[in-house]
T-cell receptor, first 113, second 113 residues
Framework: EAGVAQSPRYKIIEKRQSVAFWCNPI?????LYWYQQILGQGPKLLIQ????????DSQLPKDRFSAERLKGVDSTLKIQPAKLEDSAVYLC???????????FGPGTRLLVL | GDSVTQMEGPVTLSEEAFLTINCTYT??????LFWYVQYPGEGLQLLLK???ADDKGSNKGFEATYRKETTSFHLEKGSVQVSDSAVYFC????????????WGAGTKLIIKP
């Protein structure tokens, strides 16, 4: 069974630029999560989708971050414009349903200069 | 609200030493408990889990027992290897947190040959 796929693996941008990350969850997994992990810290949930609907985006900085999962499968997370403090690893996870074990992708490492 | 507390790192051990990483939790419900591992430059991998009191999760020589009376889920391994060097995260999820993962801060483990 293929795992959670993410791309790109690494991205370097300058502040005020925009960037987008892509995630393809495990086939059949209805719930998808985006996390931000700053170096030396645990993951912070940004947004949770159930199929193509948003369950929780209370910690998403909506002035600059957006996310979508239009067809209930893959998802994109966008930052526009980026700030220095957005430098982090962005992790995507999926589960077959809410409450089940979350499976993580390899993450996208973002460096904002 | 729910919370997870892990012992601070880094923890430095010699190869073949016995490992314990302490994890305690606070939850109003009956959470499921998890240990995730993050190897350098990689995403999070589920190491083991337990879903009810007195359950023991095990994988790759690691074990943890769900102790409701002490609200603990300590990670143990009898003989560590250099390849076990990583960051270990304790986490919980339950209905009160909408099954979102509540994370500890992570414990960095360094194994010296």
């Amino acid at each position: 069974e293929a795992g959670v796929a993410q791309s790109p693996r690494y991205k370097i941008i300058e502040k005020r630029q925009s960037v987008a990350f892509w995630c393809n969850p495990i086939s059949g997994h209805a719930t998808l999560y985006w996390y931000q992990q700053i170096l030396g810290q645990g993951p912070k949930l940004l947004i949770q989708f159930q199929n193509n609907g948003v369950v929780d985006d209370s910690q998403l900085p909506k002035d600059r971050f957006s996310a979508e999962r239009l067809k209930g499968v893959d998802s994109t997370l966008k930052i526009q414009p980026a700030k220095l403090e957005d430098s982090a690893v962005y992790l995507c996870a999926s589960t077959p349903l809410t409450g089940a074990t979350q499976y993580f992708g390899p993450g996208t490492r973002l460096l904002v200069l | 609200g729910d919370s997870v507390t892990q012992m601070e790192g880094p923890v430095t051990l010699s190869e073949e030493a016995f490992l314990t990483i302490n994890c305690t939790y606070t939850a109003t419900g009956y959470p499921s408990l998890f240990w995730y591992v993050q190897y350098p430059g990689e995403g999070l991998q589920l190491l083991l889990k337990a879903t009810k009191a007195d359950d023991k999760g095990s994988n790759k020589g690691f074990e943890a027992t769900y102790r409701k009376e002490t609200t603990s889920f300590h990670l143990e391994k009898g003989s560590v290897q250099v390849s076990d060097s990583a960051v270990y995260f304790c986490a919980l999820s339950d209905r009160d947190s909408n099954y979102q993962l509540i994370w500890g801060a992570g414990t960095k483990l360094i194994i010296k040959p």
